[in-house]
């Protein structure tokens, strides 16, 4: 979330003064900072513990786990495409009214998808809480065969807020003008300016240097190729390969409407795989 000091909308946890410092440090000046910080999303990182910046150690809980075994409700079989459970959100556990998109409050979601390789289909499971469950095996039989399910090892993960920016800069006049040189940018170096700037208020966010490995639930993607969350949809996660398994080099995007994730109908989200 955000709150207006002045005129500059800033991330609660980052000081005014403190904005206004790094933003001079890379010559940015204050009108384009206020365009960039309005089209800012907040979004939050589930990290190893080993990732989780030392000034929030002491206060730091589990939220979530890569890999494992799903655990559902009676009745409730594993997806029908079998994808592989990649990742299990205990909701309750996430740091409340940080985000701008609707999680559950409580319960567990579950993430089933493919991330070697392009998925065929792929599910977003809600859990309540409260319901009886029982972990599933990852065994199957179909048609006589007996068939076996990828299961990821399971990592712990915990979770820090963030911030993140829409990569498309050039909407706002301030940035255009200081892009085009006719602020106070040298346009040529302003690209540059405007990504140190972006990546050193990120890392304020974050409270210390942010993982390149990870998984981020909401706020703006950060897509190898081009941007999956536009017009209407948005970003509900994103997993790094690698934050499930060491050796496998994908990206992994899931998006959907801010309706369709509010009202828990997933069944309507979209995959995308870039590697």
Known sequence: MSVTHGTIPVMT?????????????YGVPAPVVRELMARARPCLYLVPYDDVPESRRETARPAARTGGLPALPDGVNWPDGREPLV???DCAALPHGVL???????GHLLFFTEIEYPPESSAVLHIPAGVRTAERPASYELDGEAGEIRVYEPRTLY?????????????????SAFLDGNGNGDGDGAPDALD????????LAFGGHRPGVCVQIGGFSDPWDMAPDTGELVLLAQLAGQAID??????????????????REYAGLQYEQQC
Not at 159 to 175: N, R, S, Y
Not at 246 to 263: C, K, Q, S, Y
């Open 13 to 25: 946890s980052i000081d005014e003064t403190l904005l206004l410092e790094t933003a001079a440090k």
């Open 159 to 175: 979770p820090v807020p963030g911030l993140t920016f829409d990569g498309e800069w050039e909407g706002g006049p301030q940035i």
């Open 196 to 203: 140190s700037f972006e990546e050193a208020v990120g890392d």
């Open 100 to 106: 701008d998109i609707e999680l559950p409050a409580d």
């Open 246 to 263: 060491h050796n496998v080099f994908t990206m992994n995007l899931i998006v959907g409407t801010r309706e369709d994730i509010a009202a």
């Open 87 to 89: 990742l299990s959100v």
